[in-house]
């Protein structure tokens, strides 16, 4: 066992990701956080760090209980992490997807990139913010 592990190495073992790699762009777009700071994927994990980590509308939360190099069993995670998502955020995972049509005009071509902005900014709204 390791004293420090890098967080994205972390992540992986404790199977909040299926890859590595998953985990490190999770850390370098902004949705991994540790103590609501985001963390960036070399950021070592310590005993007690609370990290929040966003995969699609749900926000998940892991308390660090202990660091850890290699990928372990399902059965073994909580030995290493402590899942403190609220139900509120696992209710999400239940509700309707919901989707909407950005309707464009026939022979109007591609989006602009006001446009684009905008439908970013929408989608944004819909999703909550991290």
């Known amino acids: 066992m390791a004293d420090e592990t890098r967080i994205d190495k972390y992540l992986w073992a404790i199977r909040a990701f299926k890859t590595r790699s998953e985990a ?3 850390c370098k777009g902004g949705k991994v956080k540790v103590a609501g700071v985001p963390a960036k994927p070399s950021r070592a994990v310590q005993p007690g ?3 929040q980590l966003r995969k699609g ?3 998940y ?3 660090v ?3 850890l190099e290699n990928r372990v069993g399902a059965k073994l995670v909580p030995d290493y992490a402590e899942n403190l998502t609220p139900e509120s955020e696992l209710e999400k995972l239940k509700a309707p997807v919901e989707s909407f049509f950005v ?3 026939r022979g109007s071509g591609r989006p602009t990139k006001k ?3 905008e439908i970013e900014q929408l989608w944004d709204t819909l999703e909550g913010g991290f």
Do not use: F, G, N, Q
């Open 57 to 59: 509308v749900v926000t």
């Open 115 to 117: 446009d684009r902005r």
């Open 103 to 105: 309707t464009r005009d």
């Open 24 to 26: 490190t762009e999770a």
């Open 65 to 67: 209980l202990r660091p």
């Open 49 to 51: 760090d609370v990290i």
């Open 61 to 63: 939360t892991y308390k």
